[in-house]
């Protein structure tokens, strides 16, 4: 069973630019949640979506949103970088929200130069 | 918000010994996740713990969550070198899905 896939691996981008991330998740699960990991801060929740639809929201600015396709891959989306976006953004998905165990993919390195 | 207290921050230790973090919480969390991660890697589920006073084991790993549903700790019994990378715990609270995570233990294991 493939687990869940995030492209690209790395990118590099300037400050300004914006960014799309993408995330494949585990066959048959449709909740599918987005952390950032920076050494300072740890993992930190982006936002969680089910079904298509924004269940929740962490504690992030505008600038940070996603979607949910009816496949259930999400893609999330960072508009006019900054160099604190710097980081591994993790992509974690379960079967539904709630009490199920979330895999996560080995991340999207993001380096804003 | 809520904060999850991880300890210890890093760990030092011999191939064969064994190994207990643990983490604490300022909220009630409904289920408790450990969690490793290798370098260059994301992080993979080790164990998942749904009920208080909960024990289970996996292999040489064993966690529990804590009667208070405050806490959770992870043993490591009879450490081997690939044990080494970083732990982190997360914790859901009763009401929604989102994970909030330990700041992690980093493991080193001297053969």
């Known amino acids: 069973k493939a687990g869940v896939t995030q492209t690209p691996r790395y990118l590099i981008k300037t400050r300004g630019q914006q960014v799309t991330l993408s995330c494949s998740p585990i066959?048959?699960?449709?909740?599918v949640s987005w952390y950032q990991q920076t050494p300072g801060q740890g993992l930190q929740f982006l936002f969680e979506?089910?079904?298509?639809?924004?269940?929740n929201k962490g504690n992030f600015p505008g600038r940070f949103s996603g979607r949910q396709f009816s496949n259930s891959r999400s893609e999330m989306n960072v508009s006019t970088l900054e160099l604190g976006d710097s980081a591994l953004y993790l992509c974690?998905?379960?079967?539904?929200?709630?009490?199920?165990?979330?895999?996560f993919g080995d991340g999207t390195r993001l380096s804003i130069l | 918000g809520q904060q999850l207290n991880q300890s210890p921050q890093s760990m030092f230790i011999q191939e064969g010994e064994d190994v207990s973090m643990n983490c604490t919480s300022s909220?009630?969390?409904?289920?408790w996740l450990w969690y490793k991660q290798d370098p260059g890697e994301g992080p993979v589920l080790l164990i998942a713990l749904y009920k208080a006073g909960e024990l289970t084991s996996n292999g040489r790993l064993t966690a529990q969550f804590g009667i208070t549903r405050k806490d959770s700790f992870l043993n490591i019994s009879a450490s081997i070198p690939s044990d080494v990378g970083i732990y982190f715990c997360?914790?859901?609270?009763?009401?929604?899905?989102?994970?909030?995570f330990g700041e992690g233990t980093q493991l080193t294991v001297n053969p």
């Open positions: 909220s009630i969390f409904n289920t």
């Open positions: 974690a998905s379960s079967g539904g929200p709630g009490n199920q165990p979330q895999h």
């Open positions: 066959s048959g699960h449709r909740s």
């Open positions: 979506y089910f079904s298509e639809t924004q269940r």
């Open positions: 997360a914790g859901r609270e009763t009401s929604g899905s989102r994970l909030t």
